[in-house]
């Protein structure tokens, strides 16, 4: 099972904080109907799947400290597009682990991710 996704040439891993542009339809009073385009911001906990059965899972933390899951066909035609926010580094394919953890927790995955490129780009300066 591989860590990437990818997504209209947006190619995102597990451990990463994404925003998923999704369509949503409503209805209008007068009986019309019109879409917006809504996000959902998260970690990237979970991917599964392959070829067009391939999806993903996304956890964000909400009001309270209340963690919200959703899992996302990626050739969902709802799915608008897919941004990554921040980059983490993580040694598993699933984070089912942050369940369990605090929101202060989770967030030392993306600032793995910062501190090796901090340290790739002072070392690339001190090499020149």
């Known amino acids: 099972m591989s860590l990437s996704v990818t997504h209209k040439n947006n ?19 007068k009986g019309g109907e019109r879409t ?16 067009d059965n391939k999806s993903f899972t996304v956890r964000r933390a909400a009001v309270g400290g209340i963690g919200v899951e ?28 942050l369940r369990q953890k605090s929101s202060r927790e989770v967030a030392e995955v993306t600032k793995r991710y ?9 070392a690339a300066k001190k090499s020149k």
């Open 36 to 51: 917006r385009l809504q996000a959902f911001e998260g970690i990237v906990i979970a991917s599964r799947g392959h070829g």
């Open 114 to 122: 910062a501190r090796l490129k901090a340290a790739q780009t002072s």
């Open 11 to 29: 190619t995102f891993n597990v451990g990463d904080t994404i925003r998923v542009w999704q369509t949503i339809k409503e209805q209008t009073a």
């Open 70 to 97: 959703r899992i996302f066909p990626v050739n969902s035609p709802l799915i608008d597009r897919v941004d990554v926010t921040n980059r983490g580094i993580v040694r598993r394919s699933k984070l089912y682990y």
